[in-house]
Nanobody, 119 residues
Framework: QVQFVESGGGLVQAGGSLRLSCAAS????????MGWYRQVPGKQRELVAR???????NYADSVKGRFTVSRDNAKNTVYLQMNSLKPEDTALYYC?????????????WGQGTQVTVSS
């Protein structure tokens, strides 16, 4: 089993930047693609960025060109650089391993890190 600890969230003005980190326990981290997800109250959790085991990336249209996902397998950590933030990016952000192309994930969810963007 792998556990995740997300950090780096906070309050930022529109147009600002944040860098989120997700530290994973366990030595099998580098066997999985990783994703950053976000959720707002009353809505389903959505996948916003995905990085494969070898570093290939995919993004939701809503964040493309503004967010960059990366990973450091030696540190068992995945990052999300968020630039040009908008109020609609406000959410609780989580990381996890996507189960193939489905909406399911491999591991239990961590606590997440809150991102709040003020207008």
């Amino acid at each position: 089993q792998v556990q995740f600890v997300e950090s780096g969230g906070g309050l930022v003005q529109a147009g600002g930047s944040l860098r989120l980190s997700c530290a994973a326990s366990g030595s099998i981290f580098n066997l999985y693609a990783m994703g950053w997800y976000r959720q707002v109250p009353g809505k389903q959790r959505e996948l916003v960025a995905r990085v494969s085991r070898d570093g290939n990336t995919n993004y939701a249209d809503s964040v493309k060109g503004r967010f960059t996902v990366s990973r450091d397998n030696a540190k068992n950590t995945v990052y999300l650089q968020m630039n040009s933030l908008k109020p609609e990016d406000t959410a609780l952000y989580y990381c996890n391993a996507p189960l193939g192309s489905s909406s399911l994930v491999v591991f239990s969810w961590g606590q997440g890190t809150q991102v709040t963007v003020s207008s």
